[in-house]
C-alpha cells in the first residue's frame, strides 16, 4: 500500500532551520513527482514546493524562494525540504503529496497519495 509519512517539524524560533522528510513505502519515490503544501488555520492550503519525476525539475512558492530547498535520496526512498531562515508567517501543518511521473505543479488537485502532515510552529 503507498504511503507518505513526514517528520521533521517543531518548534523553532524565526530565523532557524529545519528539515522535513516524507518517506515514502510502497512505491519507488523517484518514479513519482513529490509536493510539499502547508495549511495554516483559518487559510487555504498552499504549495510550496515540487520536485519532478521526469527530469528533477524543482519549484517554488515566491514567498519560499531562496530559503527553502527541496531534495530527493532514492535510496532512502525519501524527500525532504531543508527550510531556513523561517518566519513566523512559515507556520502551518506541512505535508507532502505524490502523484506518478508527472510535471512539476503546486496544484494540490494534481496529487493523488497525501501524508498525514507535520506541524511547524515559528515562534519566539
Known amino acids: 500500500q503507498l504511503q507518505l509519512v513526514e517528520s521533521g517539524g517543531g518548534l523553532v524560533q524565526p530565523g532557524g532551520s529545519l528539515r522535513l522528510s516524507c518517506a515514502a513505502s510502497?512505491?519507488?519515490?523517484?518514479?513519482?513527482?513529490i509536493g510539499w503544501f502547508r495549511q495554516a488555520p483559518g487559510k487555504e492550503r498552499e504549495g510550496v514546493s515540487c520536485?519532478?519525476?521526469?527530469?528533477?525539475?524543482?519549484d517554488y512558492v515566491d514567498p519560499v524562494k531562496g530559503r527553502f530547498t527541496i531534495s530527493r535520496d532514492n535510496a532512502k526512498n525519501t524527500v525532504y525540504l531543508q527550510m531556513s531562515s523561517l518566519k513566523p508567517e512559515d507556520t502551518a501543518v506541512y505535508y507532502c503529496?505524490?502523484?506518478?511521473?508527472?510535471?512539476?505543479?503546486?496544484?494540490?488537485?494534481?496529487?493523488?497519495?497525501w501524508g498525514q502532515g507535520t506541524q511547524v510552529t515559528v515562534s519566539s
Open positions: 503529496a505524490a502523484v506518478f511521473r508527472s510535471l512539476c505543479t503546486l496544484v494540490d488537485g494534481a496529487y493523488d497519495y
Open positions: 510502497g512505491f519507488t519515490s523517484y518514479s513519482y513527482t
Open positions: 520536485l519532478s519525476s521526469f527530469d528533477g525539475w524543482t
